[in-house]
């Protein structure tokens, strides 16, 4: 489904409907990635049913059967910002923490943070933080005006 062959250390975006998982490529066909270790029955890589916080484990899969029937891209996003870590330092941390568990939340610690940190160096989620951009607008926009009645439909705005 993607256009193109990854090559060893490129960041794997899958599209999983209201969010993406991330892994990254280390080769042969294979991908390592974070997925949480939940005890809610379709919880994991391909579900948004996670607690904040909780545990994760580090897997090394087929690329295809993490993807599934979903979409995908290579997606290294980040090279524009920061310097990609050297492709066998890459690989050999990724397999290194395979079979490992690691603290997993979604807001600090997810499968785009991990990914990040091994490509880069710096654990961070661009999903993440336009979601919490997206909540820090809302939170201004209500602050803007505060004598508008509770409940007020999109009418009562107009009527000013």
């Not at 949480?36 to 545990?55: H, Y």
């Not at 890459?90 to 568990?101: N, Y």
Request: aromatic share 8%; hydrophobic share 35%.
């Amino acid at each position: 489904m993607a256009p193109q062959k990854p090559e060893v250390g490129d960041l794997i975006e899958i599209f999983r409907g209201t969010f993406q998982h991330w892994a990254i490529y280390v080769g042969g066909g294979y991908v390592v990635h974070l997925t949480t270790v939940s005890k809610v029955n379709g919880a994991g890589s391909s579900s948004m049913m996670t607690s904040q916080t909780e545990r994760g484990k580090v897997k090394k899969e087929k690329l295809q059967n993490v993807v599934g029937n979903n979409k995908w891209k290579i997606n290294n996003c980040l090279d524009k910002e920061y310097k990609p870590r050297e492709v066998l330092t890459i690989k050999r941390e990724a397999c290194a923490l395979v079979g490992e568990e690691l603290p997993y939340c979604v807001l600090k610690s997810n499968c785009e943070h991990f990914v990040n940190d091994l490509r880069y160096g710096k654990p961070e989620s661009r999903q993440v933080g336009s979601v919490m951009a997206d909540v820090k607008i809302m939170k201004w926009l209500l602050m803007l005006d505060t004598d508008w009645p509770v409940g007020a439909g999109l009418s009562s705005l107009v009527d000013r």
